[in-house]
């Protein structure tokens, strides 16, 4: 069992991180290293849109003190802002702005793990070993600020959290035509337990776990782009902080910052999906349907994995002839179909459903290793999938069919 989200004493402070006196001066020296820097960089970059039209954004800003002996990195982006603290030896302090691209393929290529980095002016010179580059530093005073408070919400394990973003994410829309409450996932932690939620309008995912409590219940609304950023930038070993202010959420572990706007707009109503029953089910063992699935994914798309044709469920009760059976043709004409054993089922008459084969696809893919339940009534409603995964996480998948 896992603590619940009550705030601790630790957290029941606003402030997001300390901060410093940096001098805004485009005096700077420190002396890194390369395995430091390196992975912070990374993922800096992730943060900036490549066709982002506003030069500044193309930048990070470097913040040196001599007070915490740390270098601070921010970049920041439309959706999202990340800031890193990494140890350094600073010799000078200073704030400024170097092109953060640039900045990550030199620091890449360096021919030695230590470096110094010194700016004079509006010049950025990097020394290792026999190399010495030269990059534009810019002046950091318009470059966009971060709150350094924010009412908290609370703690989550980083395995727990990390763990239902990779198991629901993919189920989240990538282009929802103007419906952008759709572009992201819905985050509810209560007294109920932590349930996380993704839909496109056409499939829908949900997984929860009913360990993790907050005697308040409350709903966030976040960017597809920020919880795989979430993914990325923070570790499952430790817990994650969370906060908000009015129009921001703000996620916290170690030296990383990671700020994300909350999207606006309605977000579906799920609860008649999530807990409506079904007729007729069947269970089948998870590398059972995987297998199957793969098999018929690879007749079900083109030769180079796209433009998914249609998988099908077919159905009939009592073990007759081909009882339980899936099915796929591609656009072309190409077709497959293979026979499965259930290890139990319920069903009261023959069915044939049909799917958009890659949302089956995509979701095989990040089924976990236990027993997987299909519920049905008819070939013209909803189709939910659900499992029970031994270290608390229930998942439940919901489909809608293809009308032929």
Not at 117 to 124: H, K, M, P
């Amino acid at each position: 069992m896992l603590d619940s989200l009550e705030l601790s004493e630790s957290a029941s402070s606003s402030e997001l991180f300390v901060m410093d006196d940096a001098p805004v001066s485009n005096r700077v020296s420190v002396h890194l290293t390369r395995a430091a820097l390196r992975p912070e960089l990374e993922l800096l970059t992730e943060v900036i849109e490549p066709r982002n039209a506003i030069a500044s954004q193309q930048n990070l800003m470097l913040e040196a003190f001599t007070s915490s002996a740390r270098i601070r990195l921010r970049a920041v982006g439309r959706l999202n802002t990340l800031q890193c603290d990494i140890l350094a030896d600073v010799q000078r302090t200073g704030t400024l702005c170097l092109p953060a691209r640039r900045l990550a393929e030199i620091v890449r290529h360096l021919p030695d793990d230590k470096f110094t980095l010194t700016v004079e002016g509006e010049q950025a010179t990097i020394k290792s070993g026999k190399s010495r580059c030269k990059l534009n530093a810019t002046d950091a005073k318009d470059f966009p600020e971060l709150r350094a408070s924010a009412e908290p919400i609370g703690y989550l394990p980083g395995a727990v959290l990390l763990t239902m973003i990779r198991l629901a994410l993919f189920a989240a829309a990538r282009n929802a035509e103007g419906r952008f409450a759709l572009e992201g996932a819905q985050l509810t932690i209560g007294p109920d337990g932590a349930r996380l939620i993704a839909t496109d309008g056409h499939r829908l995912m949900c997984i929860t776990r009913r360990d993790l409590t907050r005697d308040e219940a409350v709903t966030l609304l976040i960017p597809r782009h920020s919880l795989h950023l979430v993914g990325k930038v923070f570790a499952p070993e430790n817990d994650i902080l969370f906060s908000r202010d009015e129009h921001r959420l703000f996620w916290r572990q170690g030296g990383r910052l990671l700020s994300s706007v909350q999207l606006e707009g309605q977000y579906p109503d799920c609860e008649a999906l999530l807990t409506q029953e079904f007729a007729n089910t069947l269970t089948v063992e998870s590398h059972v349907f995987r297998a199957v699935i793969q098999r018929m994914s690879v007749l079900g798309s083109d030769s180079n994995g796209g433009d998914f044709g249609h998988i099908k469920f077919h159905f009939t009760p009592n073990g007759e002839a081909a009882g339980y059976e899936m099915q796929c043709r591609d656009p072309q004409g190409s077709e497959g179909r293979e026979q499965f054993e259930p290890t139990s089922a319920a069903a009261e008459q023959a069915v044939t459903i049909s799917f958009n084969g890659r949302f089956l696809a995509e979701f095989a893919k990040t089924m976990p290793d236990v027993p997987v339940t299909i519920g049905y009534n008819d070939d013209r409603n909803s189709v939910a999938l659900w499992m029970t995964v031994e270290d608390g996480y229930e998942m439940r998948y919901i489909v809608m069919p293809c009308i032929d």
